[in-house]
DNA sequence: TAACCGTGGCA
DNA sequence: TTGCCAAGGTT
């Protein structure tokens, strides 16, 4: 790394600049900043539209506030001088733990771990640990764990080396099991965890979605509709649908509006509410309520089609319940 | 504690 | 193409 050896500055603004960025986007821009502002004071002395514009494209600008603020604040407060005890750089603003404990290990060889989303990964996998990471209990625990493996004679080189093992070969996502120093102690590989460590509290948002299928049937035919476009159940047929945007019944005139878009003229018939489902998705929950009105006369030729042959198609999970409880129920 | 902050690489 | 998510920190 260019900024090796080259002091608490160097080191400092490689790591805010590396702040959930990856390595090949950031080099750029640490060169940019280290040829403008070769000190600390070089760059407490600049106009922070200079700063600003340096940092341009490069995201999460409030990093580059902060990092100004904080050399000014050095310039004022130390000196000059970069800190070097643990709370003084944990003290800057912008700098948090992990970029506090990378600062005095790296710069100061001072004993401090760093706990970054790769040691998280690393530790949670290889130790086995089901407390979540983005709880207050997790990050306590994992940092004492760390704080306890460190090695005190060579923090820097300890936790370089945790951090590129994490990134090289305990990947989130494919990770080098077979070929892995640890894999016949490792708790996640050895349980069948790796895909599951490290565990995380907050769920993934899933969007909610309410969809209302209308089944509109004579004796002999249906109506169904394929599914096309970049939306779920690409290439499935499904009852004709609309959707909304709240939690609510679809009204007359929701499915005359849907009936229009459709191109669908003449219905005058009953809508009645007779089925409501549930269903979760990876990334999507779907509250499904289904409908029923008499096809009319008009709509078997136009729309309709036989429901031996509507049984040929494939239908979602849901869909495909409802049909065949409907056709036992009728029957 | 949770929301928010930016961008680019990648599956 | 869309969504995940990557060397976190602040409010």
Known sequence: MPWHGQGAYAVWLSEIILQQT??????????????????????????SERVMQLWQGLGYYSRARNLHKAAQTIRDEFGGVFPNTYEAILSLTGIGPYSAAAIASFAFGLPHAVVDGNVYRVLGRIYGIETAIDSTKGKKEFQALADTLLDP???????QAIMNFGATHCTPQQPKCETCPF????????????QTLPYKEKKIKLKQRFLHFILLESDSHII????????????????????????RLALDNDWKGFFKTQGWTGFRGELALIGEESQLLSHQKLKMRF????????FVGQYGIAKEQAASYGYPKTIAAFLQKKKGSAS
């Open 153 to 159: 004679k060579l923090p820097g080189d300890f936790n």
């Open 291 to 298: 409908y029923r009105a008499a096809m009319p006369d008009t």
């Open 22 to 47: 990856r390595f090949e986007q950031g080099l750029p821009y640490y060169l940019k900043f280290i040829e403008s502002f070769p000190s600390v004071n070089d760059l407490a002395n600049a106009p």
């Open 183 to 194: 894999n016949k102690e490792c708790s996640a590989y050895l349980t069948e965890r790796v």
């Open 224 to 247: 169904v509709q394929e599914r096309r476009g970049k939306d779920i159940w690409q290439g499935l047929y499904t009852l004709p649908m609309l959707e909304l945007s709240d939690d």
